[in-house]
């Protein structure tokens, strides 16, 4: 876990899992797979294994540990609602969320139904607790189905990042949205996003 983060919308990242399988055109570029397979082959190094998919239980408690409260992203370098991530491993996540609750969790995806369908049955009818923020990353207009899947879940903290924004989205609903994040592409192969696409008819 970074106890400070370069991420402008939040305070410190938190990766219980490390890795991923590429889902779209937002992750052609992944910043996080390039930083990883920097280190492929490195005995010792974190990143060892690369951009492999990699489960940390060591890193569980980690937010126990800092008393200051502070704004946390959870895998930052993964998607906890990835296939390949069991279920009982994702419970301990959410346990370790909800214990530690003095922090706000962010906790982002673009697997949207699975953490719909997840979330569903861990807290059912009730609401998602208020420290842990649900959210999805939408990339351009035929991915704005994952806005869908988020307002179908019981909770008063979500929220979209449009990030990198590679096309216009149409018409989009933020009803229900409590704070939605927009920007480019980053990095040496960055596309560039146009203005257009930002300033628009969302409502």
Known sequence: MAQTSEIEWTDATWNPVT??????????NCYAERFAERWRGVAGHP????????????RLMQPAQWKKPRMIFVNSMS??????????????????ME??????????TKRSSLMR??????YGGESVP???WLGVSVEDAAHTSRIEHLKQINSDARFISFE?????VGDV???????????????????????SWVITDWY
């Open 47 to 58: 990143y060892e294994q690369g951009f492999d998919l990699m489960l940390w239980p060591s």
């Open 19 to 28: 890795g991923y399988t590429k889902i779209g055109p937002g992750c052609d």
């Open 99 to 108: 214990q530690a609750n003095w922090h706000v969790y962010q906790v982002l």
């Open 117 to 122: 369908n997840y979330v569903r049955k861990r």
């Open 130 to 132: 208020r420290h842990i």
């Open 173 to 195: 609903d933020l009803g229900g949205i409590a704070w939605a994040i927009v920007g480019g592409e980053s990095g040496p192969r960055a596309r560039p996003m146009d203005e």
């Open 164 to 168: 990198p924004l590679l096309g216009p």
């Open 79 to 96: 998607d906890l609602f990835h296939k390949d991530i069991d279920r009982t491993f994702i419970d301990k996540v959410f346990d370790a």
